[in-house]
């Protein structure tokens, strides 16, 4: 009896200690995870599927999206287009060209940038006794003038009596020389010494306000025919409008000759 309960003791023993190793087993076994799946590759150049997709409103990479072709940036345009073509002389004389040109390069500057810009010399008396000194005398003027509908508003000018001085070239004519009358005091003094015997032409000249005005008309309304310009009339401050003259550069011009 008591070696059959030594023997079942043994046995109670191995069977409890072979329990209690196998739970010991079970506890630290690593917990199953699947393979990798064999479509996965992340061999040099491979994206990582773990990575995070770029979405469209992200800046992409060049050197990760080597096809894609990135627009460049448009510049802003910086060049400015006038409302209104230049005032070229619209004649066929080259010696208004020059002249016209000259009114605008050396006047046309002292006021404030407008749509356009328009001389209106009023000539008193041209001597041509001399191709290398033509002497132009009268009252030149220039006007600015800004575009609203289809109305010349002015919005700028002067008055420059004197003798401008031009000679005829090989290339052409230039003008070299300019007298002005002074403003103030020493206006009279100055346009008698400048006009000499054509001073008197001078007062004429200016007093006749409604010659004057209609030579501007016309001046206006043949740049406006020359440029096809949908313009029917022009405006000075606080006074009314003005219709425009019907076209006619030769017959008017050919009184300058």
């Known amino acids: 009896m008591k070696r059959f309960n030594k023997i079942a003791c043994i046995i ?16 630290t076994a690593p ?7 064999e479509d996965v590759n992340t061999a040099d150049g491979d ?14 990479d060049a050197e990760d999206n080597e096809d894609v072709a990135i627009p460049t940036p448009v510049e802003e345009s910086t060049e400015q287009t006038a409302a209104l073509p230049p005032y070229e002389y619209p004649g066929p ?3 208004y060209t020059i002249l016209y040109q000259y009114l605008m390069d050396e006047f046309g500057p002292h006021y404030e940038p407008a749509d356009v810009c328009i001389p209106c010399p009023i000539i ?14 009268g ?37 070299f020389e300019r007298e002005m009358v002074e403003d103030g005091s020493g206006y009279d003094e100055s346009s008698k010494k400048i006009f000499g015997e054509y001073y008197d032409e001078l007062i004429k000249s200016m007093d006749d306000t409604a010659e004057n005005e209609r030579i501007r008309n016309q001046i206006i309304s043949n740049y406006v025919f020359a440029n096809d310009l949908k313009i029917k009339q022009y405006k000075d401050y606080g006074w009314d409008p003005v219709t425009l003259l019907p076209e006619n550069i030769d017959s008017f011009y050919s009184i300058l000759d």
Do not use: W
């Not at 917990?31 to 799946?37: G, I, K, M, N």
């Not at 994206?47 to 992409?60: M, S």
């Not at 008193?124 to 005398?137: F, G, L, Q, R, W």
């Open 47 to 60: 994206e990582d599927p773990t990575q995070e997709t770029k979405t469209g409103t992200e800046v992409l």
């Open 31 to 37: 917990a199953y995870a699947e393979p990798p799946s």
């Open 139 to 175: 009252n030149f003027m220039i006007y600015n003038y800004d575009l609203k509908g289809e109305t010349l508003e002015c919005v700028s000018g002067g008055s420059y009596p004197g003798c401008i001085h031009v000679r005829s070239t090989s290339e052409g004519y230039e003008v």
């Open 12 to 27: 109670i023993i191995l069977t409890l200690t072979a329990a209690l190793f196998g739970c010991s087993l079970k506890q």
């Open 93 to 95: 004389e080259l010696f």
């Open 124 to 137: 008193v008396y041209m001597d041509e006794s001399d191709n290398n000194d033509i002497k132009v005398y």
